[in-house]
């Protein structure tokens, strides 16, 4: 507890009589029994202790009614709030004021109600206690670091995975709609704003013994909403944070896909003519035989290999309608050709002449970086299709980051057992992908 220590000859009193005192205090304190109850606090509580208290009763009920043992001489604030966590195993959350302030606490082993410990730790240390997401908090009278409990709609945000931007959003499945996965979607956000907004003052999982001093505040999903428990000063950050992935949602970005069939020995020669190296932090490629390669190329790279296609007939160019997708939203682009096909003849009818659809579907979620400058493009595929001139197709998954405007090359997806006229038997098909921002014209 609180001891005065008046100046003696050597300037303090010597420890016997320090805890003397003490026990003198508490014993005075301790003999206003028949007014203030056993073990409380021989002066009135202010308004703030006194309405902690009842708030903290109330929110824990019988769970402090127990009456505890202890001995402390000279605790430190960690000794202290170890007693408080330990005799009914709640939390206890020291406000870092508060810390800096206190002065060590000397008991006389007593049995005393909890509450009553209570009241004396707030009276010493100057300070009052709130419940807050099964804890206490010892605070400082006024302060702004009191807990304020809000809840966020999240139903509309995006699942996926952003790159080098410094933020991380939950890796999901399609089937999002499907409540399992909905609950995943949350978790992740939780861990977004947990790791984005305050990091370090949200409580972990753990027992209440392991809690730091100071990591009251919580985040936690349910029914589609993210609930936050903190100051309201973070409370305009954790919303400043949401909407600023909302305004990311909104963007559009062009993907442009192109398919090159060439020959495998002209790729070769193309490729080293062009400058295309294989960089080894990019083959990201789920490898099925030979490995598929992902590169990031530049302007004028795609534009020498499209010229060397078209103009010097090494190979044929197919390219799918520019596809314009919002900002983390999957889309999918498709190789396909519709070979004639003459059906089985029956005999009360005229033979049938139908088309085979037969390809491959490749599919990309493109994630534009907070200053617009760059993209990140999932890419994976072939997703589905027939294929009975393809040969051996090569199933992939890469991420890769390309500047605004930029393309990425991913080579050997495919080998051709029937290859279409001029192209060898060993042909290779590559996917050549460009995505681009859509200016907002509305933004200011």
């Keep these: ?31 206003q029994g028949s007014r203030g109850g056993a ?76 509450t009553s410990l209570l ?22 009278a006024g302060s702004a670091a009191v807990p304020v409990s809000r809840s966020y709609d999240i139903g509309d945000l995006p699942s996926g995975s952003i790159a080098g931007t410094g933020q991380r959003f939950p890796d999901l499945a399609e089937e999002l709609a499907e ?43 349910r029914d589609g909403k993210l609930i936050v428990s903190h100051t309201a000063w973070t409370h305009r950050r954790v919303e400043a944070a949401l909407n600023n992935v909302r305004r990311a949602r909104s963007l559009q970005v062009h993907i442009q896909a192109r398919y090159l069939r060439v020959g495998r020995a002209p790729w070769a020669e193309l490729k080293a003519e062009v400058g295309i190296q294989r960089p080894a932090d990019e083959a990201k490629a789920a490898p099925a035989g030979i490995e598929p390669s992902c590169t990031r190329i530049s302007n004028e790279q795609v534009e020498a290999i499209l010229k060397a296609v078209l103009k010097r007939h090494k190979g044929s160019l197919l390219t799918a309608p520019r596809l314009t997708c919002y900002n983390t939203q999957r889309a999918s682009f498709r190789v396909i050709a519709g070979p004639s096909d003459v059906r089985p003849v029956n005999p009360d009818r005229e033979p049938e002449i139908g088309g085979i659809p037969e390809g491959a579907s490749f599919a990309g979620q493109p994630f534009v970086s907070s200053d617009r400058r760059s993209i990140t493009l999932v890419l994976s595929g072939p997703a589905s299709g027939r ?31 029937e290859p279409p006229p001029g192209i060898e038997k060993d042909g290779v098909l590559i996917l050549l992908v460009t995505a681009q921002v859509v200016p907002d014209i509305f933004e200011e």
């Design 1 to 31: 507890m609180r001891t005065s220590r008046p100046p003696s000859s050597a300037g303090r009193w010597p420890g016997s009589a320090r805890a003397a005192v003490a026990c003198l205090a508490i014993a005075a304190a301790l003999g």
């Design 39 to 114: 073990g409380e606090p021989q002066k009135q509580a202010t308004g703030d202790e006194a309405s902690g208290i009842e708030a903290v009763k109330q929110a824990f009920g019988p769970l402090l009614d127990r009456n505890i043992t202890l001995e402390l001489r000279e605790a430190s604030v960690e000794t202290v709030r170890q007693s408080l966590i330990s005799a009914v195993n709640v939390p206890v959350f020291v406000e870092p004021e508060v810390a800096r302030n206190a002065v060590p606490i000397t008991f006389p082993k007593m049995t005393l109600p909890y």
């Design 119 to 140: 009241r004396w730790v707030c009276r010493f240390w100057s300070c009052t206690c709130i419940p807050s997401e099964g804890a206490i908090l010892l605070l400082k």
């Design 179 to 221: 409540e399992q996965n909905r609950a995943a979607a949350g978790v992740g956000w939780v861990a977004f704003v947990r790791e984005t907004v305050e990091p370090g003052t949200w409580r972990r999982a753990g027992t209440a013994a392991e809690a730091p001093l100071w990591a009251p505040y919580v985040a936690r999903y």
């Design 387 to 417: 294929a009975r001139n393809w040969g051996e197709r090569r199933r992939f998954v890469t991420t890769v980051t390309v500047p605004d405007g930029g393309s990425v090359l991913l080579d050997g997806l495919a080998q051709f057992d």
